[in-house]
């Protein structure tokens, strides 16, 4: 019973409701869903072949992306969230440093939000680390900008202009 107590009232410590009150007040920042989700491959060619033939993607078309030396493939789930394929062109590309510590695997996450410099200004704000201060051009000409991981508990986050 004693324990029931505490627990109880350590719940409705002020401080902890205020917080959560914060939080869920905040809505500066609309997302509209997950646009896709990035896989960093060693071979964007065999990596869609894996994706279209046996697991059921279907290839939306294939881009190269000199800025960031990386070649992309978006594979369509048929649904609202698309795999994005990512291959390093140069060993300097960040993708390359990825595939060098972590292996191939989920690279990014990428939301959908209606207006990116209002997010990104947004997320300034409230003290989130950018890794673009201003939206760039995305491999289907769609304004991109990548917030840091160490903002994000370990996951790079892209947003994506609708
Ligand atoms: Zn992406």
Same mark, same amino acid.
């Given at each position: ?6 627990? !109880? ?11 959560? @009150?914060?939080?869920? =007040? ?5 997302? @509209? ?12 060619? =065999? ?7 046996? @697991? ?17 493939? !978006?594979?369509?789930?048929? #649904?609202? /969230? ?6 390093? @062109? ?61 903002? /994000?508990? #370990?996951?790079?986050? =892209?947003?994506?202009?609708?």
């Amino acid at each position: 019973m004693r324990m029931h107590g505490f627990l !109880f009232g350590k719940s409705l410590n002020p401080c902890s409701i205020r917080l959560y @009150l914060h939080v869920n =007040e905040v809505e500066d920042l609309t997302l @509209l869903g997950v646009e896709h989700i990035g896989v960093a491959v060693r071979n964007v060619e =065999e990596a869609s072949k894996v994706y279209s033939s046996i @697991l059921g993607f279907k290839l939306r078309g294939i881009h190269i992306l000199s800025e960031r030396k990386v070649k992309i493939a !978006f594979m369509s789930s048929g #649904g609202e /969230t698309d795999v994005e394929l990512l291959e390093p @062109l140069d060993s300097e590309s960040t993708v390359a440093k990825f595939l060098e510590t972590r292996g191939e695997g989920i690279h990014h996450i990428a939301v959908r939000v209606s207006d990116i410099e209002a997010a990104l200004s947004d997320l300034k704000q409230k003290g989130v680390t950018l890794i673009d201060e201003k939206p760039r051009k995305g491999a289907e000409g769609k304004l991109v900008a990548f917030v840091h991981p160490k903002s /994000t508990r #370990g996951v790079l986050l =892209e947003l994506v202009m609708k």
